[in-house]
């Protein structure tokens, strides 16, 4: 099953729970202790396609860049 079957990112509730992550990591660095890089690099990738389809470039680049440093 895919992310997208698993989470259908349509919906306000996701967006909204999307923004908040993105706060999260973008003013905090805020992570849970036991995810690892991966766990980050899938995160990161949710949330760059999410802010791909709802054509949100800028919050794409700042995602990417932080992705560059893991």
């Known amino acids: 099953m895919s992310h997208e079957e698993k989470i259908p990112l349509s919906s306000s509730y996701t967006d909204a729970t999307i923004e908040e992550v993105y706060d999260l990591i973008t003013n905090t660095d805020l ?3 036991s995810w690892d890089n991966a766990k980050k690099v899938e ?8 802010y ?3 054509e ?7 995602l990417q860049r932080r992705l560059e440093q893991i």
């Open 31 to 33: 992570w849970p202790m």
């Open 52 to 54: 791909q389809r709802t």
């Open 56 to 62: 949100q470039y800028e919050k794409c680049a700042e």
């Open 43 to 50: 995160m990161f990738d949710l949330m760059i396609e999410h």
